[in-house]
């Protein structure tokens, strides 16, 4: 069976869209996900699962989270062969883990919008699109920059969700049972 790493965008942030973890798993496990492991409280789960196929999964977990909590949420799917991708092609090998982000998309942006994107980088920042994945690399911290998931959603028009670099081993660490 199948692991698959599940992202749930905007929850437990500020107050707004509680979701406990131990909720969110036994929602999972009701699904019948198998090996349900949540990871931190910003909505991370690795399970494993049939049907394979992404979308499926997404439209059972987001349908599930919107009965039972109240509200909708948006879910992003990796596998864990997606997160070792990430890993093995960081292309900031040297920034230090807490300066460096991945945001998730929910789909890869058109070819024309993404080559169109005018980011307003601060001196010593970067970022890399890559299919799914913008990596973002704040070398004086992600605090003040303007290069946001917010900003890449806008500019994109997909829905996004950052995980910090240590996150996402954690996630690829739980996803290698």
Known sequence: MPTHISLLRGIN???HKKIPMADLKALYESLG?????????????????????????????????????????????????????ILDNNPFPGAEAKYLQVLFLSAAPAPGVAAALNVPVAEGEGW???????????????????????????????????????SVNALHELAQR
Do not use: C
């Open 13 to 15: 942030v500020g107050g």
């Open 33 to 85: 996900f198998r090996a349900v492991t949540t990871y931190i409280q910003s909505g991370n789960v690795v399970f494993d699962a049939d049907p394979t196929d992404a979308p499926t999964l997404i439209t059972r977990i987001e349908a599930a989270i919107a009965a039972h909590f109240g509200f909708d949420v948006t879910v992003l799917m990796r596998s864990a062969d997606d997160l070792q991708h």
């Open 128 to 166: 890399l699109l890559a299919g799914r994945e913008i990596y973002l690399h704040y070398p004086d911290g992600s605090g003040r920059s303007k290069i946001t998931g917010a900003f890449f959603e806008r500019a994109l028009g997909v829905a996004g969700s950052a995980r910090n670099w240590n």
